[in-house]
């Protein structure tokens, strides 16, 4: 699905056009404590500014020390995208003044990265793609700046340091990137395998993944890169198309009005659909990296690293295949499925509890009710259980719930995570199989109808209107393909009694 504002406009500069593109993402890692201190990154919902000190305050004499688990996440990164680990990295003190950064630099790494030159393959909507990976390197955190007004109306601008010296990688592309919907494939893919790595949360809406783009344009069959364009400000996998594409077009205008282009830095506006100068490249600083000083060489050593890439677990490419192949889902399911980690869970979960269910039927739960749900209701999306997906499939097969009323208790379910045992009783569901209740409901239903059934004898195609009809009068609980097969029989007996 393609989302780019004007499809045909497009499609004609691609024409004349080559987009070269590289991908710069930032995430925040998955550990219990900060990048350099042990203050929590449970930070989320906290009120500001507590959860900080001396070293992550960046205070005169504050000594860091290096989180382990936050490394290991990096070289697990770096083992999952067939990058190459030098056996001795360092630190580098990446200098510049900004409010966010009380110490006046931020410790990253520059030219001895822990990851360097992987890549990442993805389907697109033109096949297989496989990008370069040029780098993953560790760094920390800013604080966040929060403007606002204050009781005498003025406009001011707060600190909140709790985010300050959060762990984060940071992920470089080569400029192999061709266009909008491979950026954002590329992205999509990278999230479902830091998820499914256990590095990252990686929600871009909650910020916990960044994505930023350099665009540049040149005439398709010449080699020189053109003026390349920073984009950042998008927060979300649409937003990264739709800005791309954008930034791609008003390029090309641009260099066809035999304008020449600048090297800025520019956001995506969501709302207007447009891009925006932030920053010219006047601005850009000189960083002047130097080696950290408070902070030893680090070693990597083989054994270590070999250990954390035997524990990867299957990566998306490796799953979408095995689902596909082994459980015959089709593509669009298993890419749906593995892209998001907790639907993968899931489904994994009720596989494990319901070995013997279709898994084509607890796919099309799994990617029908509960992402309907996690779109709309996150909360409700974290109750539902495994194992209680497993007994409401397994009652639907059984023919004990109809299909209706399965959706009613899979809702139900969510909202307040009561069992499907306990919904079905205070319900009353309980798919009505037995043909001595059905016959009077049925009979009850032909009487009724004399024009329908007229209409049956002449041909017309009016057998659902009949199951619709006892299915109302029983509520949605009978079991409808017994109905169908009762109706047909009475009416094609003759005699309706
Ligand atoms: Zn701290």
Redesign the pocket.
């Known amino acids: 699905m393609t989302q780019s504002q004007t499809p045909s406009s497009l499609d004609a500069v691609l024409k004349r056009y080559e987009p070269v593109i590289g991908i710069e993402v930032h995430c925040q890692l998955k550990t219990a404590s ?1 990048m ?4 929590s990154t449970s930070y989320a919902d906290a009120a500001p500014n507590t ?7 960046g205070l005169p004499g504050a000594l860091p020390t290096i989180n382990k688990r936050a490394v290991e996440h990096v070289l697990a990164t770096g083992a999952a995208i067939h990058a190459e680990t030098p056996p001795a990295t360092r630190w580098d003190r990446k200098n510049y003044f900004y409010p966010d950064l009380p110490k006046g630099y931020q410790i990253s790494q520059y030219d001895l990265p822990l990851a360097a030159h992987g890549r990442l393959s993805f389907q697109t909507s033109e096949g297989e793609v496989t990008i370069g990976i040029t780098r993953a390197h560790l760094e920390e955190d800013t604080a966040k700046l929060v403007h606002s007004t204050n009781d005498a109306g003025r406009r001011v601008s707060l600190i909140d340091f709790n985010r ?2 959060a762990p984060l990688m940071e992920i470089v592309t080569d400029p192999d990137v061709r266009s909008a919907e491979q950026a954002r494939r590329y992205a999509e893919e990278l999230q479902a395998l830091l998820r499914a790595i256990g590095a990252s949360d990686a929600d871009m809406e909650r910020g916990q993944m960044r994505v930023e783009a350099n665009v540049s344009l040149r005439p398709r069959g010449t080699e020189p890169f053109g003026t390349r364009v920073e984009v950042k400000n998008m927060n979300s996998f649409r937003s990264v198309e739709r800005a791309i594409a954008y930034e791609i077009e008003r390029q090309a205008a641009a260099l066809d009005a035999g304008e020449t282009l600048t090297q800025d830095t520019r956001g995506w506006n969501e709302d207007r659909g447009t891009t925006y100068v932030m920053r010219s490249k006047e601005d850009s600083h000189d960083y002047r990296y130097f080696p950290e000083p408070d902070l030893p060489p680090l070693r990597v050593d083989a054994a270590w690293l070999a250990t954390i890439g035997a524990a990867l677990p299957e990566l998306p490419a490796a799953r979408r295949a095995r689902y596909e192949a082994d459980l015959g889902l089709s593509g669009y399911d298993a890419a749906v499925i593995v892209g998001d980690g907790r639907a993968t869970e899931l489904f994994e979960g009720a596989r494990a509890a319901a070995p013997d269910a279709d898994p084509k039927t607890l796919a099309n739960w799994v990617t029908g009710a509960y992402l309907g749900i996690l779109k709309t209701k996150p909360a409700a999306a974290a109750r539902v259980d495994a194992g209680q997906l497993a007994d409401l499939v397994r009652r639907v097969g059984a023919g004990e719930l109809s299909g209706t009323n399965a959706k009613e208790v899979f809702a139900a379910h969510a909202a307040d995570g009561a069992s499907v045992a306990s919904i079905v009783d205070r319900r009353g569901f309980r798919q009505i199989s037995d043909t001595s209740t059905l016959g009077p409901v049925i009979d009850e239903v032909i009487a009724a109808n004399p024009k329908a059934v007229d209409d049956y004898r002449a041909g017309k195609p009016v057998l659902g209107f009949f199951v619709g009809q006892v299915m109302k009068a029983t509520r949605g609980q009978a079991n409808a393909a017994l109905v169908q097969a009762a109706v047909k029989e009475r009416l094609d007996g003759g005699s309706g009694s």
């Open positions: 900060k350099f201190c042990g203050c959860h900080c000190c001396p070293v992550c305050l300050s010296g």
